[in-house]
């Protein structure tokens, strides 16, 4: 027998299936509008105890950063022989105060000594050459000159028969042969001579030149002769100017090169601070900007004076020298936390440094408002971070405003 199924009707309709949907419609709708109307607050539970509370204040802005230096010799001179050689003796140990001209270690050196005597043989044989040579010129000069003295003896000797042959020619007592003659012989004889007049005046001019570079050649030879002598004593290595041998990487029996870097001479009395800057500042970074630093309760001040424009790993190098009085007791390798001031102080709104919780939320200005709130670690018991809001600071593009 069939059952009549009853129409639902009132309030009985909403718990039927054909009823589910518009239930899902209506909890997508609420959804929807919860999205939209609910607070954008948010609340963040931390520890009571671990909340440091501060206040932002209006002062002075100093715009600075952190970097550590080293404490640097202002002037360092490296230590490289002239000549190569062995290590025969150390006479002077690393971080002993040094003079200008002491010995530090002596070399040794036989192939030197033997290129030494046979550049001296060399030499000394070049030179007995050009004095062989003078030699031989001055004897030529003699020879012209007494060649000069024979012929003008002779045209004297020949003017005075021609003088007579003329005489007797025109008295009629000589035939006109033996006057002509005498004439030729006298002309001849009186070239002759003005011919070896101008040939001694020539090769005087000549041999004056060739003396002159002879006497030149020799005097760079004596210059060679001294050069090479002085080798011999540039197996000894000595301190260029006054200071500290700061470093000397040799021991005994060593060999070294010419022009190897055997150590270095560190001036004392005026050091400087090299540091490693974040490549970050190198726009930011020139010299001239001032760093100061606390040892021993005081403070001292710095200025750069050179930015190097190499980056290296992300850093590059700057020096500082300093600017007033340097610490006592002050050596090199020391290490200096400076703060490198990066700008002119200026008023504006600060808040102290530490770990804070940030959140953003539009200001009347039309700025953003930055809610920061300081916490640090802590087990104990928890309270909503609403209720430490402390440290509020209007900032655009994340930089302290302007008072």
């Known amino acids: 027998m069939d059952k009549i199924i009853e129409k639902k009707t009132g309030w009985r309709v909403a718990f039927t299936k054909k009823a589910l949907p518009w239930w899902l419609g209506a909890l997508l709708l609420v959804f ?10 948010k609340t963040l539970r931390v520890d009571k ?31 490289s022989p002239q000549e190569g050689g062995i290590v025969e003796k150390i006479l002077i140990e690393e971080g002993s105060p040094v003079k200008a001209g002491d010995a530090i270690l002596i070399l040794n050196n036989d192939n030197l000594d033997l290129q030494i005597l046979n550049s001296e043989a060399e030499l000394a044989e070049k030179e ?4 062989n040579t003078q030699i031989q010129m001055e004897q030529q000069k003699l020879d012209v000159r007494q060649n000069v003295l024979e012929y003008g003896t002779n045209v004297e000797r020949l003017r005075r028969a021609y003088e007579q042959q003329k005489a007797l020619y025109e008295d009629k007592l000589i035939a006109k042969e033996e006057y002509l003659k005498a004439e030729e ?8 001579y003005n011919l070896m007049t101008e040939r001694s005046r020539q090769d005087s001019l000549y041999r004056g030149t060739q003396i002159d570079r002879m006497e030149e050649s020799l005097e760079n030879m004596q210059l060679n002769m001294q050069m090479i002598r002085r080798r011999k004593s540039n197996l000894i290595v000595k301190a260029p100017i006054d200071g500290e041998l700061g470093l000397l990487d040799v021991v005994l029996g060593q060999s070294i090169a010419a022009g190897t870097k055997i150590g270095q001479i560190n001036s004392v009395g005026t050091y400087k601070v090299e540091a490693q800057i974040d490549e970050h500042y190198i ?17 001292y001040s710095t200025v750069i004076r050179k930015v190097y424009p190499e980056v290296r790993d992300g850093k590059f190098k700057a020096d500082f020298k300093f600017d007033g009085e340097q610490p006592d007791n002050i050596r090199s390798g020391q290490t200096y936390y400076l703060n490198l001031q990066l700008g002119q102080p200026e008023e504006a709104v600060i808040i102290p440094r530490g770990t804070f919780y940030q959140t953003r939320r539009p200001a009347e200005n039309g700025s953003t408002l930055l809610t920061k709130t300081a916490t640090k670690p802590s087990k104990e018991k928890s309270v909503s971070a609403a209720k430490t809001r402390s440290t509020m600071k209007c900032w655009k593009a994340w930089s302290p405003a302007k008072g």
């Open 128 to 131: 007995n050459i050009l004095r």
């Open 283 to 299: 726009d930011r970074v020139i010299a001239g900007l001032e760093a100061t630093f606390e040892r021993q309760g005081e403070t």
């Open 32 to 41: 929807v509008i919860y999205l939209i109307a609910r607070p954008n607050n």
């Open 185 to 192: 012989d006298y002309q001849l004889a009186l070239q002759k």
């Open 49 to 79: 105890d671990s909340v440091t509370i501060s206040s932002a204040v209006k002062g002075e802005f100093n715009d600075y950063i952190r970097i550590s230096g080293r404490v640097q010799p202002m002037t360092t001179i490296q230590l």
